[in-house]
């Protein structure tokens, strides 16, 4: 069940209905629904692997609490390690082991050795690396005694599973989620009309603006080698937006429904493609994934402390397994590799930590300087997106190779875009649009949660139902939504 | 709560009227079209004894009122630039399954070699099927196609609509396409892209290139014909190379031997020698398009394929 369907669009005010309604005095009745929903939602996409994340929930429940009444270090050690082994081992089995023994072959074939390789036909199961890192990020902080584990297991697998995040994240941590879902919910209006405009804005991304510019660029990259120059630049802008517009789409949208039910989900996204160096696009970028990282692999493996060797050696650790956790194929991890050396000069010359305000803070326009950082910035960006996007390795040097080649300065080809919906002058217009109301709205959680609000209801009800229009006019089929496959 | 539930019913009912009063902006679209031919077919107002069908090959090669006059019968030619089989299939539907005359003959111009394989310059031609989604057919066509879901196609007008049905000026031809009265699309210029060198290359079919719903609507097309009692021509206009090499036999092939089904292989090598008849690789310019017309009238008469 995708957020961008007609079933959800059914499912959720049903959802919203009962739990308001029905359930609304009793907290333990809430939390039931929302676990019974959630299990539901899940099971939409296939009910096959549900036993793979009730057994998941399970297991970091009982690991969890027996680690804590381990009487022993070493009992405390075994129960941790159990938690992390089976994870990992599942996550591995379903997510790298093709990747791992095609891999392997391929080394044994340079030396000169043939070997039969046996893969598997295996389906990744929706939101297995989402849900891993919520178990495993709650085992760790039991281990290293930052909470103590939940009793209440329906509780604790409503943090795991609740059909908001339950796909693609944010990657939630029990010190935020928890405690919200262990405390009684009283309907705010505000809250939940702040909860509806989050959700119209971040739809607005998915199916205008992320599917609409994946058209273009599905077509540029799926015949890169027959285009000029710029039309593979247009394609790296266009699956740019796509990206940005899909996976903040669709956090936007979890954070819209979370609130809808008075949860408050952890931020995914900052604008990030206002950043004025890439240290601060990864403050701003998938947030929840950025700062899991760090809170449980920079930091445990020495983080900054250390000297200036270790600092680049983790930094470089970090970028590769976050590369890693994208997905089985060398792209992701040279994605990673290249966003690691893209950091390395503020790393090396300590200035990662120089925008950590909002660019152009209090005025409409950045300074000259502002928009070269982040013309700049930007640019980077979109020339490691090539990898992320790419079939393979020599698909995206190949497509860097045209790029960057005399025809870059040619009119773009027309063909890329003949079997699309819309002239591709449609989607430059609708990411200007898009750029427009972003930086409008940058200081805030999200673009449009202050636009608008002081204008007179008729006003803000027709920039709505703009906006409700163009999501009409352009949606069509359901499409799947990016990190759905990591 | 209340006031919450309130506000949306509001905001429902505000959006319901602006959605509804969409359905002028729906309906004032077809008067703004300037190709009528896909409205007279829902309105079944084809009347014809020959039907062509086809992309720009068939539109611009294939002169309908010259062919009808040698033939004696009505012709209409209903090929579109840039259209692939499927969208001639919806077309062929559409014609019999409204009150148009029934033809005793259709004309199928096929496009060697991308009939049936990966094409961006052969598509289904949604942009001459926006303009008219006030009517159901069309709409349910978008639905099969995947680009409108059903529900909200039923539910909300403005779902129905695309980006192009907001642009209210009166359409013109571009002077590439100039539509003649009975429905053909000659064109009396050279292309600046024509190279002027007959391609004399040797190419081959590949069959493994065949795309599984282009091969299913031709085959769909065909078997409409039998079904409906029509004899089917198809044609491949002349083009400015070298015929790839295997492309008829696999039309052949999938036509099959019906004697009604026919494939008329008219790339003679002739037209190799007089690029004065070519406005590019692939179309005719009318001077070509007259003497084509002419071997494909002397060729329907000659097997009596019109009865």
């Given at each position: 069940m995708l957020f961008n369907s007609i079933h959800f669009a059914i499912f959720l005010p049903i959802v919203f209905v009962l739990y308001w309604f029905v359930t609304n005095k009793n907290l333990k009745l809430q939390n039931m629904l929302l676990l019974v929903s959630s299990y539901f939602f899940y099971a939409c996409w296939d009910y096959r692997f549900l036993f793979l994340l009730v057994f998941s929930t399970l297991l970091d429940y009982f690991t969890g609490i027996k680690m804590h009444d381990a009487k022993s270090k070493a009992g405390k050690k075994f129960w941790f390690w159990l938690s992390i082994g089976i994870n990992l081992g599942f996550l591995g089995f379903f997510k790298y082991y093709n990747f791992f023994v095609q891999s392997f072959a391929d080394m044994l074939e340079m030396t000169g050795l043939h070997v039969n390789i046996w893969t598997l036909k295996i389906i990744l199961p929706v939101g297995i690396s989402f849900y891993t890192f919520h178990g495993l990020s709650y085992v760790i902080d039991i281990y290293k005694d930052r909470i103590k584990p939940e009793k209440n297991f329906y509780e604790y697998a409503v943090f795991v599973s609740f059909f908001p995040l339950l796909v693609a994240g944010p990657i939630e941590r029990a010190t935020h989620l928890l405690p919200q879902i262990k405390k009684a919910r009283?309907?705010?209006?505000?809250?939940?009309?702040?909860?509806?405009?989050?959700?119209?804005?971040?739809?607005?991304?998915?199916?205008?603006?992320?599917?609409?510019?994946?058209e273009y660029a599905n077509a540029i990259f799926a015949g890169s080698h027959g285009y000029n120059g710029s039309t593979l630049a247009l394609g790296a802008l266009f699956f740019t937006f796509q990206i940005y517009g899909d996976f903040s789409g669709y956090s936007d949208i979890a954070l819209g429904v979370a609130r809808l039910f008075g949860i408050e989900l952890l931020r995914n996204f900052a604008f990030p493609y206002f950043s004025r160096d890439i240290a601060e696009f990864w403050r701003r970028w998938h947030i929840s994934l950025s700062t899991w990282f760090r809170d449980y692999l920079y930091i445990p493996l020495g983080g900054s402390k250390g000297g200036t060797f270790k600092k680049v050696r983790n930094t470089f650790i970090i970028f590769i397994v976050s590369g890693f956790w994208h997905g089985a194929n060398w792209t992701f991890i040279i994605w990673g590799l290249l966003n690691a050396l893209y950091i390395m000069p503020s790393i090396l010359f300590k200035t990662n930590r120089n925008n950590l305000d909002t660019v152009a803070q209090g005025r409409i326009f950045p300074t000259i300087r502002e928009l070269i950082s982040m013309v700049?910035?930007?640019?980077?960006?979109?020339?490691?997106?090539?990898?992320?996007?790419?079939?393979n390795l020599s698909h995206a040097m190949d497509y860097i190779k045209r790029l960057f080649s005399s025809s870059l300065f040619m009119m773009p080809n027309k063909k890329p875009f003949l079997a699309t919906k819309a002239h591709p002058g449609v989607g430059l217009v609708l990411i200007l649009?898009?750029?427009?109301?972003?930086?409008?709205?940058?200081?805030?959680?999200?673009?449009?949660?202050?636009?608008?609000?002081?204008?007179?209801?008729?006003?803000?009800?027709?920039?709505?139902?703009?906006?409700?229009?163009?999501?009409?006019l352009f949606i069509g089929k359901e499409q799947q939504f990016i990190y759905f496959q990591f | 709560m209340k006031k919450f539930l309130l506000t949306i019913v509001l905001f429902g009912v505000v959006f319901f009227i602006v959605d509804k009063g969409l359905i002028l902006l729906r309906n004032a679209a077809p008067a703004k079209e300037v190709d009528k031919r896909l409205e007279m077919i829902l309105n079944g107002q084809i009347n014809a004894d020959v039907l062509i069908y086809g992309s720009s090959r068939g539109a611009r090669d294939i002169l309908a009122t010259q062919l009808g006059d040698t033939l004696q019968r009505s012709v209409y030619n209903l090929s579109y630039p840039g259209s692939g089989i499927s969208f001639h299939e919806f077309l062929l539907k559409e014609t019999l399954s409204k009150k148009n005359k029934k033809p005793s003959l259709v004309i199928l111009s096929v496009d060697d070699p991308a009939e049936l394989q990966e094409n961006t310059n052969l598509n289904f031609r949604l942009d001459r099927l926006y303009p008219l989604v006030k009517y159901p057919e069309v709409r349910d066509v978008l639905v099969e196609q995947g680009h409108k879901n059903f529900l909200l196609s039923e539910l909300f007008v403005v779902h129905q609509l695309n980006i192009s049905n907001f642009d209210l000026a009166q359409k013109k031809f571009k002077p590439i396409d100039t539509l003649r009265a009975d429905g053909s699309m000659p064109i009396s210029f050279v292309d600046a892209r024509f190279s002027h060198k007959f391609l004399n290359d040797t190419t081959y079919y590949d069959v493994k290139k065949e795309l599984e719903p282009q091969r299913r609507s031709f085959l769909n097309f065909i078997d409409i014909c039998k079904k409906n009692n029509i004899a089917l021509l198809v044609v491949c206009t002349p083009n400015f190379y070298k015929p790839t090499i295997g492309f008829f036999d696999r039309m052949k092939s999938l036509v099959g031997n019906d004697a009604n089904f026919m494939v008329y292989d008219t790339v003679k090598n002739v037209y190799a020698q007089h690029e004065e008849y070519f406005s590019d690789d692939v179309h005719l310019k009318i001077n070509g398009a007259v003497i084509y017309t002419n071997e494909l009238a002397d060729y329907i008469r000659r097997n009596n394929l019109i009865k």
């Open positions: 009283h309907f705010d209006y505000t809250k939940a009309v702040d909860g509806l405009r989050q959700i119209l804005w971040g739809l607005f991304k998915k199916i205008v603006i992320a599917d609409t510019c994946a700049v910035t930007f640019s980077l960006t979109v020339l490691a997106w090539i990898f992320f996007r790419a079939d649009f898009f750029i427009i109301i972003e930086w409008m709205g940058r200081e805030q959680q999200y673009a449009l949660a202050t636009l608008g609000k002081s204008w007179h209801r008729t006003f803000r009800w027709a920039f709505y139902y703009i906006l409700i229009i163009a999501i009409f | -």
